[in-house]
């Protein structure tokens, strides 16, 4: 039987503290999660700073991060200010993670200081880019480092592309993929996938961790419901039905992380539901983990662009953080875009967009973008 620690993503709230302390207490909870950039704003209470010290020196503490952008084409003074802080952080705790993980997607740009991880075209100028930011990273972290995948797509060519791109990457720096089931999931209903033909796509022997959460659908004036990676609910069925199908395909993991938002256990109820939903989580993990390793197909698939540089992927972000601040209508952006003589060699890929995609897209931007 192979060792994987069931865990939770640590967030400095009174509500995760009540939900998660009986699990903590009993012993139950063997690895943890931790937004590291989180705790640069504000100074963590101390119950989560016993937390972090006691599980880094089980080395079972993995770290999260959620601002360096990796994918951003230009690496600049925000990037390096960034990797600063992470070492300051470093040096001042005297922590050491497992390994450091960031997320797939840009959220900074020329006009955006902040925001949700946007998706990347199918370009050879995004490995470039991102290879970069990773080298930097591991080289700061001083351990292995890693990507967890996106859910939103905006187009059948996103889902494909994103797999193939963090293949290349990973490869490069010899990194591990943080796998989250939901976003895998969020993009197989939303493009009418098969979740495990999708997860196949992905390089599951670079997998060290999963995440598991829950979402949300969102209407859309464009079509069917948009499936969103909210971690705000209960984790759907057929995610866990996945989580117990995918862990003997990935022979490196070591933990499967549970996601939820601290404003979804805001009282009791919620908060035992929790509970017995982590209980649930751990019961799939330990019964997975004892089944033999099944090797997994390795896919290759070439990328559509081969052509764009880094400048012109930069000029691709900056002038779709722009439409997207400024909101309005999808179908109106849409065309704009594919007008815009400056995005030439992604015109073929946009056009294949989706607009419930491009509508969530703009919400995200709305609920979560601070502008430069």
Same mark, same amino acid.
């Given at each position: 039987?192979?060792?994987?620690?069931?865990?939770? &993503?640590?967030?400095?709230?009174?509500?995760?503290?009540? %939900?998660?302390?009986? =699990?903590?207490?009993?012993?139950?909870?063997? #690895? +943890?999660?931790?937004?590291?950039?989180?705790?640069?704003?504000?100074?963590?209470? *101390?119950? +989560?700073? %016993?937390?972090?010290?006691?599980?880094?020196?089980?080395?079972?503490?993995?770290?999260?991060?959620?601002?360096?952008?990796?994918? !951003?084409?230009?690496?600049?003074?925000?990037?390096?200010?960034?990797?600063?802080?992470?070492?300051?952080?470093?040096?001042?705790?005297?922590?050491?993670?497992?390994?450091?993980?960031?997320?797939?997607?840009?959220?900074?740009?020329?006009?955006?200081?902040?925001?949700?991880?946007?998706?990347?075209?199918?370009?050879?100028?995004?490995?470039?880019?991102?290879?970069?930011?990773?080298?930097?990273?591991?080289? !700061?972290?001083?351990?292995?480092?890693?990507?967890?995948?996106?859910?939103?797509?905006?187009?059948?060519?996103?889902?494909?592309?994103?797999?193939?791109?963090?293949?290349?990457?990973?490869? &490069?720096?010899?990194?591990?993929?943080?796998?989250?089931?939901?976003?895998?999931?969020?993009?197989?209903?939303?493009y009418g996938r098969d979740p495990r033909v999708l997860a196949s796509q992905y390089p599951l022997a670079r997998v060290r961790q =999963?995440?598991?959460?829950?979402?949300?659908?969102?209407?859309?004036?464009?079509?069917?419901?948009? @499936?969103?990676?909210?971690? *705000? /609910?209960?984790?759907?069925?057929? +995610?866990?039905?996945?989580?117990?199908?995918?862990?003997?395909?990935c022979p490196a993991l070591e933990a499967a992380i549970l996601e939820r938002l601290p404003g979804a256990l805001s009282d009791e109820? &919620?908060?035992?539901?929790?509970?017995?939903?982590?209980?649930?989580?751990?019961?799939?993990?330990?019964? /997975?983990?004892?089944?033999?390793?099944?090797?997994?197909?390795?896919?290759?698939?070439?990328?559509?662009?081969?052509?764009? !540089?880094?400048?012109?992927?930069?000029?691709?972000?900056? !002038?779709?953080?722009? #439409?997207?601040?400024?909101?309005?209508?999808? @179908?109106?952006?849409? %065309?704009?875009?594919? /007008?815009?003589?400056?995005?030439? $060699?992604?015109?073929?890929?946009?056009?294949?967009?989706?607009? @419930? %995609?491009?509508?969530? /897209?703009?919400?995200?931007?709305? $609920?979560?973008?601070? @502008?430069?």
């Amino acid at each position: 039987m192979r060792s994987i620690h069931t865990g939770i &993503a640590l967030f400095a709230a009174e509500e995760l503290r009540l %939900a998660a302390l009986p =699990l903590f207490e009993a012993g139950l909870i063997e #690895a +943890v999660e931790w937004t590291f950039d989180h705790g640069w704003t504000v100074a963590p209470p *101390d119950w +989560v700073t %016993a937390l972090l010290d006691a599980y880094a020196a089980e080395d079972r503490l993995y770290g999260h991060g959620l601002r360096l952008s990796p994918n !951003t084409a230009r690496f600049d003074d925000s990037s390096t200010a960034w990797l600063a802080e992470l070492a300051r952080d470093l040096a001042n705790s005297g922590r050491a993670y497992r390994h450091v993980t960031e997320h797939w997607g840009f959220s900074r740009t020329r006009h955006l200081a902040r925001g949700a991880p946007m998706p990347l075209p199918s370009s050879e100028a995004v490995v470039v880019a991102t290879d970069r930011a990773m080298h930097a990273l591991a080289s !700061t972290a001083g351990t292995t480092v890693g990507l967890e995948n996106l859910a939103l797509a905006l187009s059948d060519d996103d889902v494909d592309a994103q797999p193939a791109m963090l293949s290349r990457v990973l490869d &490069a720096c010899n990194g591990v993929l943080l796998l989250d089931l939901h976003n895998l999931w969020c993009q197989a209903e939303n493009y009418g996938r098969d979740p495990r033909v999708l997860a196949s796509q992905y390089p599951l022997a670079r997998v060290r961790q =999963l995440h598991v959460a829950g979402g949300t659908w969102s209407d859309s004036a464009y079509g069917a419901p948009f @499936r969103r990676d909210t971690h *705000d /609910a209960l984790v759907p069925d057929d +995610v866990l039905a996945l989580l117990a199908w995918i862990i003997p395909r990935c022979p490196a993991l070591e933990a499967a992380i549970l996601e939820r938002l601290p404003g979804a256990l805001s009282d009791e109820p &919620a908060r035992a539901a929790w509970r017995d939903e982590w209980r649930a989580l751990d019961h799939i993990v330990r019964a /997975a983990a004892r089944e033999p390793v099944i090797a997994a197909p390795t896919v290759t698939r070439e990328l559509l662009d081969t052509t764009a !540089t880094l400048d012109d992927l930069a000029t691709y972000q900056d !002038t779709l953080s722009v #439409a997207l601040l400024g909101g309005g209508d999808p @179908r109106e952006i849409h %065309a704009e875009l594919l /007008a815009d003589p400056e995005l030439t $060699k992604f015109h073929a890929q946009i056009a294949r967009w989706n607009l @419930r %995609a491009l509508d969530v /897209a703009l919400a995200l931007t709305a $609920k979560w973008s601070t @502008r430069v």
